[in-house]
């Protein structure tokens, strides 16, 4: 019962917000699935694929970051042409970071671009970490106090690299998400431990017309389903609306990249 309400609820929704809820049959159905097309190996040469990997990274000097989704995996870089340059293990609970010189900075050590052989042991701080295990070293305090000597303890710690607690910044509260290095030390000040800044932006792939929804997905609030077409330099494809495609140029050539698949080098 409930979720039949829900379900009238959505599609009294799209009708009131001018969208139709009645699936439609392929606008193009001459164009290619993005899938079936990248098994043309005479357009296409796969970089990567997404299998045991959570992201795929391009950075700015042409080579690729493989992140895995798996702790118990390595992350690895590789060139374009598969040849690998580096590869690694490293603990989760702790910082991962790649700066603007292409430095990397994992399991509290400094690896220095662009070969990744000469390394030094790097100092890592992570302000939370400290917070917490102060709260817990004055468990024999009552609330109230033990509250008051986590924020001077607080206070004191931001103020070696110059920061203040968040609560003090009423201009600027983004300010309070820190990830970079002061003080010959990697500070982190967010929830989020991985961060690459020596990565190249990717480029949205234009769309030749509009999206049509296609099927309903049952749950518990049923979800549409929608197709989306695109075309980049003449080559058109068709792909589910969530694949989000995008292009990236790396070495004067042109990549095809998105979250569903990988990067493909395009022929």
């Known amino acids: 019962m409930k979720s039949n309400i829900l379900t009238l609820l959505y599609l009294s929704l799209l009708f009131l917000f001018g969208c139709n809820p009645f699936p439609k049959k392929d606008k193009h159905p001459e164009v290619p699935i993005i899938t079936d097309l990248l098994k043309d190996k005479t357009k296409f040469r796969k970089v990567a694929d997404l299998t045991d990997l959570s992201e795929i990274i391009v950075l700015k000097d042409d080579r690729v970051l493989l992140k895995p989704n798996n702790s ?19 603990d989760w609970k702790i910082p991962f970071y790649i700066d603007d010189h292409g430095d990397l900075y994992i399991n509290r050590k400094k690896y220095f671009y662009p070969e990744y052989t000469k390394m030094q042991e790097f100092k890592t701080v992570v302000f939370q970490d400290s917070i917490d295990n102060k709260f817990a070293d004055l468990s024999h305090l009552n609330d109230s106090l033990r509250s008051k000597a986590v924020d001077e303890y607080e206070k004191k710690l931001l103020k070696t690299y110059g920061l203040v607690p968040c609560e003090y910044q009423v201009v600027n509260t983004k300010s309070c998400d820190v990830f970079e290095i002061r003080n010959d030390a990697l500070i982190i000040r967010q929830s989020e431990l991985f961060k690459v800044d020596f990565l190249k932006p990717k480029k949205d792939i234009p769309k030749f017309d509009d999206d049509v929804l296609i099927a309903w997905r049952n749950g518990k609030v049923p979800t549409p389903t929608y197709l989306s077409y695109y075309q980049f330099d003449g080559l058109k494809f068709k792909c589910g609306h969530m694949t989000y495609p995008k292009t990236i140029r790396i070495a004067k050539k042109d990549y095809l990249y998105s979250p569903d698949f990988g990067l493909y080098e395009i022929l």
């Open 72 to 90: 118990n995996l390595e992350f690895k870089i590789i060139d374009v042409g598969n040849k690998l340059i580096f590869k690694a293990k490293y």
